[in-house]
T-cell receptor, first 114, second 110 residues
């Protein structure tokens, strides 16, 4: 069975500082990996995904994540955060088997302070 | 193109009452899912469907039933609501590369 661990439940950071949100997963098979973002009182939006190919994937708003197979990690980074990045971030894994189901981490709340 | 929609947005039930949550998608996706979101637990899969007329249990199926009579709709039913089912419910559908989520239904059971 798969599992996802997000090591920090909350990450406070000042505006324009760099941030890293950590995600580790466990799976015995090849996986797809995702980061979703949830703004207050809204649904989840896909931020970025790793399906295959380059292990470094980037979003249009400056986030990036690197798939590290040996460390089973998919950490999310941004070199300079904005107030508008305040949200909850979820890491998720799919083993690509029947149903293409996702297993989510518990989430990390990113609080950007001015 | 509305994507994934959910009705209702909010609902308050008394213990023992029943209700149905409706999810609709207009992207012609085969796969659809129902999740519940609780603080500190992320999203947990309740039931899912890989096509019209098929359903399967997820991680936390007890107390819920589902039906997929039409490809575009996925219904989640609570036959006898319990306070432990107070949660935010999300529906999603997928093209197999990513899941698209609805806006959620906030359900309170008193």
């Amino acid at each position: 069975a798969q599992s996802v661990t997000q090591l920090d439940s909350q990450v406070p950071v000042f505006e324009e500082a760099p941030v890293e949100l950590r995600c580790n997963y466990s799976s015995s098979v090849s996986v797809y990996l995702f980061w979703y973002v949830q703004y207050p009182n809204q649904g989840l939006q896909l931020l970025l995904k790793y399906l295959s190919g380059s292990t470094l994937v980037k979003s249009i708003n400056g986030f990036e994540a690197e798939f590290n197979k040996s460390q089973t990690s998919f950490h999310l980074r941004k070199p300079s955060v904005h107030i508008s990045d305040t949200a909850e971030y979820f890491c998720a894994v799919s083993d690509r088997e029947y149903g293409n189901k996702l297993v989510f981490g518990a989430g990390t709340i990113l609080r950007v302070k001015s | 193109n509305a994507g994934v929609t959910q009705t209702p947005k909010f609902r308050v039930l008394k213990t023992g009452q029943s209700m149905t949550l409706l999810c609709a998608q207009d992207m012609n996706h085969e796969y659809m899912y129902w999740y519940r979101q609780d603080p500190g637990m992320g999203l947990r899969l309740i039931h899912y469907s890989v096509g019209e007329g098929t359903t399967a249990k997820g991680e936390v199926p007890d107390g819920y039933n589902v039906s997929r009579l039409k490809k575009q709709n996925f219904l989640l039913g609570l036959e006898s609501a319990a306070p432990s089912q107070t949660s935010v419910y999300f529906c999603a559908s997928t093209n197999l590369n990513e899941q698209y989520f609805g806006p959620g239904t906030r359900l309170t059971v008193t």
